[in-house]
C-alpha cells in the first residue's frame, strides 16, 4: 500500500464490506433500512452475505418483504451463502409469493442450499 492509497476514498461496496468484516450489523441494518438510497441499500444487502451470524440471515429475510424487485433479489443472493436450514421454509414461502420468476427460482436455490446448514446462533 502507498502513501496516498490511505487518502483514497472508499467505493460504497467497499465500505459495506468493511462494516460487515467489522461484524457491526447495525450499521448494515440503517444502511438497509426503507428510505435510504436504493444504491445503499443493495450495497448492504449484498455485504451482509460476509456476516456468518444470525442477525445478519434475520436482516436478509426481512429485506425479502420489500416492494422493490432489486432489494429482494440483493438480500437472496446473499442467501444463497448464508440462510441456514431453519430459513427453508420462509424462502420457499416467499419463492411461491414472487411475481419475477427468475428471482422465484433464486429463492428456491437458496431454500435447497440452506438445506444442509446449520442455524447459527
Known sequence: MGLFDIFKKKSLDEKMEDWANGGYIGKLENAAAEGKPKETRIAA??????????????????ALRDPDVDIRRAATKSLLMNA??????????????EEDAELAA????????????TPRI
Open 84 to 97: 441456514t436450514k431453519d430459513t427453508t421454509d420462509k424462502l420457499l414461502n416467499y419463492s411461491e409469493m
Open 45 to 62: 444487502l449484498s455485504a451482509t452475505r460476509l456476516i456468518k451470524e444470525r442477525p445478519g440471515v434475520e436482516l436478509l429475510m426481512t
Open 106 to 117: 433464486m429463492m428456491r436455490e437458496a431454500a435447497i442450499a440452506a438445506k444442509d446448514r
